[in-house]
């Protein structure tokens, strides 16, 4: 089980280090936290890998949004502040927590384009609208569904430096997640097997996972404990307990 240190966010977040992950954190999904952790650094022994804790972040001032029914998980806006928390120095990666790492984070690295503020895989989702996913969750469909679930950010590229906590504390979630501060151009592409959606890419037509995410519920889920891939997740849950 893992365990952070209560200290300033802007002083975690600053470390100057090979690869900084930022992971969404959900008091409902630890345990997919702990197992998404644990596969990155399992693979990558060098690679920082920061929770994004909603509490933490209203503690310290940083994140005062008010709750909002329709976010599905704590981490839905916090993703968005993280060029703000690396100020605004170097590249780092968010993923949600529901993801599960078979590759090294260095492979993501050939990706690291200076001209994009984003480089994410700009999935083709359209998942049927009204039906429920994870944790009773009812699934909404909209443009650019799932491109924000990873992404490769360019925290020094001038476009993010808007993203300032008073600016994002007051957008909505259509303009965060569609990267509306931004045109079509700064916004680079990264092969589908970096976030591969369970259940909707299929091996051999769609190549082979890199990176798995369990999008519409994983193997912690009641219901979703025998879906694809589960046994690639279980297996690290072993390998997690047994270190």
Request: aromatic residues 16%; proline residues 5%; hydrophobic residues 35%.
């Amino acid at each position: 089980v893992y365990n952070v240190q209560r200290v300033s966010c802007k002083d975690i977040y600053s470390v100057n280090i090979s690869m900084k992950i930022y992971v969404g954190w959900d008091p409902r999904e630890d345990i997919a936290y702990q197992v998404c952790e644990h596969s990155i650094k399992r693979r990558d022994a060098d690679a920082e890998v920061i929770p994004l804790k909603q509490n933490q972040m209203r503690e310290q001032g940083i994140y005062t949004r008010e709750l909002d029914k329709l976010a599905t998980t704590e981490f839905t806006f916090t993703r968005f502040f993280v060029p703000y928390l690396s100020n605004y120095k170097g590249w780092a990666v968010f993923c949600d927590c529901d993801f599960l790492w078979k590759i090294s984070a260095k492979e993501l690295e050939q990706y690291f384009d200076d001209s994009k503020a984003v480089v994410c895989v700009q999935h083709e989702y359209t998942p049927e609208e009204g039906s429920i996913k994870m944790d009773a969750q009812v699934q909404t469909a909209y443009p650019r569904k799932n491109w924000s679930s990873m992404v490769l950010w360019n925290c020094a590229h001038p476009k993010n430096k808007l993203l300032t906590p008073e600016f994002l504390n007051k957008q909505t979630p259509k303009f965060l997640h569609r990267f509306s501060w931004l045109e079509d151009s700064d916004i680079g592409a990264l092969p589908h097997e970096y976030n591969w959606l369970v259940e909707w890419y299929k091996e051999p037509k769609d190549g082979v996972p890199k990176i798995l995410h369990y999008t519409e519920g994983g193997p912690w889920f009641d219901g979703y404990r025998d879906c694809e891939y589960s046994d690639d997740w279980k297996k690290e849950v072993i390998n997690l307990f047994s270190a």
